[in-house]
Each structure stands twice: as structure tokens, then as C-alpha cells.
């Protein structure tokens, strides 16, 4: 039986071949056949998870909400030291020195990205600004939210701060952060599916010790992760109530 494992679509382009690397190497440690598939949204991804398509994912915190109490995944591991923040920037030459300077008919550039647009509204709050009186604009990619900024077509930008530290240092210099948020306990995380659940133990394993590993530090190394930290039932739970109140 082969598996099929997808990816948060979020990720820096510069780690597109470190995902294929780990795809490869988890196959060989757990010797089973795993297909990976890599979208450029998050609704077209979502869809085909709900289709029931996927037995790995690695999921944003809104995700794991649906794939955990839905869809019966477990959360096996996440990234050690790497939380999900929210930072929101403008152009260097904007006027706005804080949130609170940002008015009624903003133009706020974001993505598709579900827990970065939650966070980012939630912080515009503020400033009195919500979705009915600002003018929302959502593009393709972080990259194409900073062109936004740049150009002059958008006052402010949602960017995962990850995503946002990765971009060229000549873009980050003509942008200035207003504020980012400071959570720490939201993170993507690897979940496994019921039909894949008998593999958990070995995937653990595999995972937490992969830093240990010649090649599986390489591969670590192409997908900007130091290393694995459990997750067990409760901090996953916690982070889900966390994300479905912030929804809310």
C-alpha cells in the first residue's frame, strides 16, 4: 500500500526540494511506499483532504483542528523551537509608526493562509479595524503581498513571520514591521491519519532521532528544521482550543 503525505502550503519555495528529500528518507526508514503532493493553495489542498486523499500531513494549526476532531489524525511531532507568529508590515516609507495609526479603509494585502489571516485581523482589533471597514485583498504568495507593499497598492501586510524573515534582505529593507505576535504555543505539527496509524510508533522514532541520523540531518538542514518534539494528545488539544477561541 502506498501512503500520501502533503504539506501546508506555506513553506518557503527554497524548501520545495528538502520536502521531497524527507518524503524520501521517511520511506526508506519506515520501508513503505509514501506519494507526496505539494499545493500552491490552501482550498485546493483543503478539498482534496477532506476527499479523504491524505495519510500524513503537515499541518497550520487551523488545519489540525479539522484533522484532529474530524478526521480522527493524530499530531506525532512538530518543529522544536519554531512557533507560528503573525507579523504585520508596511512599507518603509509609510506614514504609520504603529497599528493604532492604521484608519477605516485600509488596505490590508494578505494570503489565503487561514491562521495568519486570523491572527493578523485579530491585531488589527486595536485600531477599531475589522473586515467590514477595511478593504481586504488576498494574493497568491508572502512574496506577492511584499510587492504589494513595495508598489504602493496595499498599506499594510499579514505575513507568517517565518515567511517573512525568509524574504531577500533587499525586500525586508523597504518594509517595517508594526507589530508581531507573540503566542508560541501555535506551531505547525505532523499529523498521521487513521489508515497510516499503525506506523506512528516507527514514525516517532524515525522523527526524533533524525537529527542524529548523517543523512536525515541534511534533509533536516533543506527544510530550515533543527529538529523533532513530541506531541502528544494534550498539547494538541490545547493548541486547538486555543486556535477555534481566537476564531471565534
Not at 482589533?125 to 467590514?132: F, G, I, T
Not at 506577492?144 to 517573512?164: C, H, P, S, T
Request: glycine share 4%.
Amino acid at each position: 500500500m502506498t501512503y500520501n503525505l502533503t504539506v501546508s502550503p506555506d513553506f518557503a519555495p527554497d524548501h520545495i526540494s528538502g520536502w521531497y528529500f524527507f518524503n524520501t528518507w521517511l520511506q526508506r526508514k519506515l520501508d513503505v511506499g509514501i506519494h507526496l503532493e505539494l499545493y500552491d493553495n490552501f482550498d485546493t489542498q483543503r478539498t482534496d483532504i477532506r476527499a479523504d486523499k491524505f495519510d500524513l500531513i503537515y499541518a497550520n494549526p487551523y488545519d489540525a483542528s479539522m484533522l484532529v476532531r474530524e478526521m480522527g489524525f493524530q499530531a506525532v511531532v512538530r518543529p522544536a523551537s519554531k512557533s507560528d507568529e503573525t507579523v504585520i508590515a508596511v512599507n518603509a516609507e509609510s506614514p504609520f509608526q504603529t497599528v493604532e495609526d492604521l484608519s477605516s479603509g485600509c488596505r490590508v494585502a494578505t494570503t489565503d493562509d487561514p491562521d495568519v489571516h486570523t491572527m493578523g485581523m485579530i491585531m488589527l482589533e486595536s485600531a477599531d479595524l475589522d473586515k467590514n471597514n477595511t478593504e481586504i485583498k488576498e494574493y497568491s504568495s508572502y512574496v506577492v503581498v511584499a510587492k504589494n507593499l513595495l508598489n504602493g497598492d496595499a498599506d499594510a501586510g499579514f505575513f507568517l513571520k517565518d515567511a517573512y524573515d525568509e524574504l531577500s534582505e533587499l525586500i525586508r529593507s523597504k518594509m517595517r514591521v508594526l507589530v508581531s505576535s507573540q503566542i508560541s504555543v501555535v506551531h505547525h505539527s505532523l499529523l498521521v491519519g487513521p489508515r497510516m496509524a499503525e506506523h506512528i510508533p516507527a514514525i516517532q522514532a524515525a522523527l526524533l532521532t533524525m537529527q542524529e541520523d548523517e543523512k536525515g540531518k541534511g534533509v533536516l538542514e533543506s527544510m530550515d528544521i533543527d529538529n523533532w518534539e513530541p506531541m502528544d494528545s494534550e498539547q494538541t488539544e490545547f493548541m486547538i482550543d486555543l486556535i477555534d477561541t481566537l476564531i471565534d
